[in-house]
T-cell receptor
């Protein structure tokens, strides 16, 4: 059983398209996150949801819209994709603040 | 402003040799400190964490780290490296209270040679 699962694992798309990445966790955590890892492996938080409520929203273009239908799911929708959006996007979860994040395997997005 | 510095981008060690990966941080308050490992094509896995108490913490896979407040450092060590330790290692800091947000360093890639 995968604790934090993301789909799809790979996404290749053209500039201007819209795409979504889905994330589900079966750990019973109440907080979920999206992190972006760029080509230099730098990891930066994008969003955090606690009990379906947005609590962290870093400086991210509004083309990125997270949606949390319930505590176990956090999806990321990206509109009008740009070349600079190419990255690996990681979903993670934790208890409210227990210190440890549990990461999914990542979704590699390539924008052509 | 928060920051985490991992000065070594890439380290190569021989199997069986000892390892130390450096991490320095800048943080407004006493942070929680973490080391995560990322194997190729995988997500990040927690190796160990420091919240308070004993400044030498033990983690999984035989790793340990020492918190030195005076040096703002949290270096990761392993006495004898195995080939399976080859991976990317990330140091991270987070708040003790409040928004649950981790700041990551840029990572150190470890190569292990036979």
């Amino acid at each position: 059983d995968t604790a934090v699962s993301q789909t799809p694992k790979y996404l290749v798309t053209q500039m201007g398209n819209d795409k979504s990445i889905k994330c589900e966790q079966n750990l019973g955590h109440d907080t979920m996150y999206w992190y972006k890892q760029d080509s230099k492996k730098f990891l930066k938080i994008m969003f955090s949801y606690n009990n379906k409520e947005l609590i962290i929203n870093e400086t991210v273009p509004n083309r990125f819209s997270p949606k949390s239908p319930d505590k176990a799911h956090l999806n990321l929708h990206i509109n009008s994709l740009e070349l600079g959006d190419s990255a690996v996007y990681f979903c993670a979860s934790s208890h409210v603040w227990a210190g440890e994040l549990f990461f999914g395997e990542g979704s590699r997005l390539t924008v052509l | 402003a928060q920051s985490v510095t991992q000065p070594d981008i890439h380290i190569t060690v021989s199997e069986g040799a000892s390892l130390e990966l450096r991490c320095n941080y800048s943080y407004g308050a006493t942070p929680y400190l973490f080391w995560y490992v990322q194997s190729p094509g995988q997500g990040l896995q927690l190796l160990l964490k420091y919240f308070s108490g004993d400044t030498l913490v033990q983690g999984i896979k035989g790793f340990e780290a020492e918190f030195k407040r005076s040096q703002s450092s949290f270096n990761l060590r392993k006495p004898s490296v195995h080939w399976s330790d080859a991976a990317e290692y990330f140091c991270a800091v987070g708040p003790q209270t409040g928004a649950n947000n981790l700041f990551f360093g840029t990572g150190t890639r470890l190569t292990v040679i036979p």
